[in-house]
């Protein structure tokens, strides 16, 4: 009866679609980005979207990140770099026009544990929608910065924000 007993709470055990151990995805549009010359299409942090991005790493220096991924503008590095460097970690660059490829790299190597993911007003909204996640947020604004998206993936996913910076 034990040894049935022992094979049923491994296969139980076994049975919880590896979610057992969630992962934690934070979520942030870029810091503000220079728009002084609309000629220029990857343009540069302003000296307030530098400060919010040192303020993003602060709000996060208590979770223990273990990937930092942004899109291949000079902006969204701009803004992971303050907790890149901190962290001693590389940014990983990610294409946000498929959203399907992070998620299923988040969810395939990060079990159990936290990623910051960087993107724009226009690819946030979809992304949280990717991971199943959803908000009440319908829009970003082209002036908004500081929603901070928390998601919590387990058997379900559960999504908070917050806000950050001045």
Known sequence: MRKLLFIFLLFFAGATNGWSQPI?????????????????????????????????????????????????????????????????????????????????????????????????SNTILPMIRAFGGSTTITEIKDYDYSYLFKLIINDTVNTSYAYYGD
């Open 24 to 120: 934690t995805v934070f979520i942030v549009r870029h810091a503000e980005k220079d728009m002084a010359d609309g000629n220029v299409k990857d343009p540069r942090l302003t000296p307030e979207g530098l400060k919010r991005s040192f303020e993003l790493s602060t709000k996060l220096e208590k979770e223990e990140i273990s990937a930092i991924f942004s899109t291949n503008y000079i902006r969204t590095i701009q803004t992971a770099e303050p907790i890149s460097k901190r962290l001693k970690k590389k940014i990983q660059i990610y294409d946000p026009t498929i959203p399907s490829d992070i998620v299923r790299t988040v969810t395939g190597k990060y079990k159990g544990q936290t990623v910051l993911i960087v993107g724009h």
